[in-house]
């Protein structure tokens, strides 16, 4: 089983930045994919960043967000900059560990105009 642990959400202004972690723990043999999705208030979970054989950036967040995994830490990052009001969702990691798909609990950023 794997585990994921999100942190780094809250509460930002317009213009300002987060940055997201998540750590992957369990018996990991082996990490595919990585990547963050969110989900605001009324609407469906969508892609934000995913890297595994190449990096994937959603057209809303290009040239403001970056991922970045380290893999010794199974560990992947969200920096995000730029935020807008827009952004303002539940964030999820999401890790493909073993063959087996696995999210997080989420964590909420708010940014505020």
């Known amino acids: 089983q794997v585990q994921l642990v999100e942190s780094g959400g809250g509460l930002v202004q317009a213009g300002g930045s987060l940055r997201l972690s998540c750590a992957a723990s369990?018996?990991?043999?082996?990490?595919?994919?990585l990547g963050w999705y969110r989900q605001a208030p009324g609407k469906q979970r969508e892609l934000v960043a995913t890297?595994?054989?190449?990096?994937k950036y959603a057209d809303s967040v290009k040239g403001r967000f970056t991922i970045h995994r380290d893999n010794a830490k199974n560990m992947v990052y969200l920096q995000m900059n730029s935020l807008k009001p827009e952004d303002t969702a539940v964030y999820y990691c999401?890790?493909?560990?073993?063959?087996?798909?696995?999210w997080g609990q989420g964590t909420q950023v708010t940014v505020s105009s």
């Open positions: 999401k890790v493909v560990a073993n063959n087996r798909m696995y």
């Open positions: 369990g018996s990991i043999f082996s990490i595919s994919t």
């Open positions: 890297t595994g054989g190449s990096t």
